[in-house]
């Protein structure tokens, strides 16, 4: 988790917040990724979104927008509700606008948080699609650890009996199968990985 920390500090150096205004604003950010029904959309998918994109940053046109959008993307986080990134959106909005950070940079983050409702692909948009494969990216991960991530999601749906969940996210995934590519940073290794795991955990669901 140290990352968290030293990426949200180089931001609030640029932006010249007292040391209470910015931890302020972490523990905001750090309490609601640490709330209870958070399994996997939590402050290790954060920390694990930050170090891909400090590890590709000399690959972003604007890197700060990046963090930005990792950081504020899931904020707002019900699996009951159809809105969260709408409103994790404002809520950035209304954050970055106290840091007084620019406009223009804060519209563009929100777009990118808005951008992840459908994942939509974004090959033009080379730091937004960067943005949208890193949070896509564990589906291109190891077998066990895709186990493990297809259990916390279930679990974040856990208000849901199986029927309607297996449903539902055997409607998910097959959209991506549908695409013609589901990364465009990351390329062809992850495209097969992630394929590989989308069709199995389908095959799983649909015992």
Wanted: aromatic share 12%.
């Amino acid at each position: 988790m140290q990352i968290i920390n030293f990426i949200w500090q180089e931001i609030s150096n640029k932006y010249a917040l007292s040391q209470s205004e910015s931890k302020q604003i972490l523990s905001q950010i750090q309490t609601a990724y640490s709330q209870k029904q958070r399994h996997y959309h939590n402050l290790h998918h954060i920390a694990d979104l930050l170090s891909q994109a400090k590890t590709h940053q000399e690959h972003l046109q604007d890197a700060e927008s990046v963090y930005l959008a990792i950081f504020f993307h899931d904020i707002v986080y019900h699996a009951s509700k159809s809105n969260n990134e709408e409103k994790s959106a404002l809520l950035a909005e209304k954050i970055l606008k106290e840091m007084k950070v620019e406009q223009s940079k804060i519209e563009k983050v929100s777009s990118y948080i808005l951008a992840t409702k459908k994942h939509l692909p974004a090959p033009e948009a080379g730091d937004l699609q960067f943005f949208l494969d890193a949070d896509l990216s564990i589906l291109a991960s190891e077998s066990a650890r895709y186990e493990q991530y297809t259990a916390q999601i279930r679990q974040e749906y856990s208000i849901y009996p199986d029927f309607l969940y297996k449903a539902g996210r055997k409607k998910a995934l097959q959209s991506f199968l549908e695409r013609e590519k589901i990364f465009y940073f990351y390329g062809q290794d992850y495209e097969q990985k992630a394929r590989k795991n989308i069709e199995n955990e389908i095959y799983t669901l649909s015992r």
